[in-house]
């Protein structure tokens, strides 16, 4: 029977990663005997696992080490790392490597080389002079760069466990309505502020929801209080932030509680209509067209903002970026320096976002369906933290937490 060595280093003890390896041996047809265990003495100590891999023959042994080195396990004996060229601009070899969200390393020239950008779904790209690695979009690759292919010489790395997320740990588990939120929801306030202190940013992803459930006006304290260093949304919650703002009504339902008008299914187009006839959200503001809400505060503020368009979309605002890859693009660039992401109310944009973030992001995901919250970790997201509540309870919450303490 062919056999293999292996080992797995780093802090995969804070983590059930030993676990899945062994899950992963026997799930695609092979066999394990640990031939060496070192477990960290403290915290900081990296671990290290020596495992012998049997397979009933070649091709299943294969198979076997191709879904470890998605775990970091990596041989004894590491191989150098294998490259074709892009065939086409656009086009990825057969085989590529598909990275993780997790640090990646390529073993090339007897050494193993740091790969820029920790993102996932994405390609390894090798420089001329095999000394720099880094990864690129799909839709970004050039003709003839050198692609990292398969999985030899390739391993990813469990960084330490961060005491600030430590605190989350209890709420790892299936996602449920009925945990209790108020130890997490504290602990989510206390890493705010530590992220901040380091100066690191706040990212805050949202959904229409926010706006509908009356939430606007929280959000935009939170934004004018400094709290969130960058905004991503779609079409809609801008639309409805407008439109509360002009009309004060969310899809013509006021905000206030007050009965629906006869004509508010209408409001949102007008308020869309309205900034497109200002030339922006900019021009709207600087003209006093638009003088409230979470855009407004956003450009007097100078937040930056990614409002990515969808196919469903009203008008769109001309804010709106409907190339999709020319949003990603762009929302590549916001996430640098990006410590917590808060992601409230919306599936698409939080399945999008979380694609994009390293695993080293403290990444909090709150919707009142279940499902949403699930999705992004079953997306690869793992660091994901789910919370079952609404925008406007969420938000209440984090506000009141954060206090009356701005930061200019």
């Known amino acids: 029977m062919p056999e293999q060595h292996v080992k797995l280093e780093g802090h995969f003890i804070d983590r059930p990663v030993l676990s899945q390896v062994l899950d992963t041996v026997e799930r695609f047809g092979g066999t394990y005997e640990i031939v060496e265990l070192q477990i960290g003495r403290t915290r900081k100590d990296e671990s290290c696992a020596v495992l012998c891999i049997n397979a009933p023959d070649e091709a299943v042994l294969q198979s ?8 970091g396990v990596e041989p004894v004996m ?3 790392a294998r490259w074709e060229p892009a ?16 640090p990646t390393e390529v073993f090339v020239k007897d050494r ?10 994405l390609a390894i790209v090798l420089d001329q002079a095999m000394q720099n690695a880094w990864t690129v979009p799909m839709a970004d690759v050039e003709a003839g760069q050198r692609v990292v292919i398969e999985t030899a010489g390739v391993r990813v790395c469990y960084p330490p466990q961060k005491n600030n997320r430590g605190h989350f740990r209890f709420m790892e588990s ?3 309505a009925e945990k209790p939120k108020r130890p ?7 890493a705010a502020r530590r992220i901040k202190d380091a100066g690191g940013k706040i990212l805050l992803v949202g959904g229409p929801a926010i706006i509908h459930t009356g939430a606007g006006p929280i ?20 639309a409805h932030d407008i439109e509360a703002a002009l009309y004060g009504t969310s899809l013509g339902v006021p905000v206030g509680g007050d009965p629906p008008e006869r004509e508010g299914h209408a409001h949102h187009l007008w308020a869309i209509n309205r900034i497109r006839r200002a030339g922006s959200i900019a021009k709207a503001v600087e003209h006093g067209v638009l003088t409230k809400g979470v855009m407004h505060a956003c450009i007097s503020r100078a937040i930056p903002f990614v409002l990515a368009g969808s196919i469903r979309d009203d008008g769109p605002l001309p804010d709106v970026v409907t190339d999709v ?5 762009i929302m590549r660039r916001h996430v640098e320096d990006v410590g917590m992401a808060i992601m409230i109310g919306t599936t698409l944009h939080a399945v999008a976002t979380g694609n994009l973030l390293p695993a080293s992001v403290v990444t909090i995901c709150v919707d009142v369906n279940p499902a949403v919250v699930t999705k992004l970790r079953d997306r690869g997201s793992r660091q994901s933290l789910g919370i079952v509540m609404d925008a406007a309870s969420f938000l209440e919450h984090l506000v009141g937490g954060l206090g009356e303490g701005r930061i200019s």
Do not use: C
Request: net charge negative.
């Open 184 to 190: 997490l929801l504290q602990h989510i306030v206390h």
């Open 87 to 102: 065939p086409a601009d656009g086009v990825l070899p057969d085989r590529f490597y598909a990275t993780t969200n997790l």
């Open 219 to 238: 959000l935009e304290k939170l934004l004018r209080d400094g709290w969130i260093d960058v905004l991503f949304a779609g079409n809609a919650l801008a």
């Open 174 to 176: 299936a996602v449920s």
């Open 64 to 71: 076997v080490l191709q879904n470890l080195a998605m775990l």
């Open 325 to 329: 890859l020319e949003a990603q693009r």
């Open 112 to 121: 193993w080389l740091s790969v820029a950008g920790e993102e996932m779904d």
């Open 78 to 80: 590491p191989k150098p």
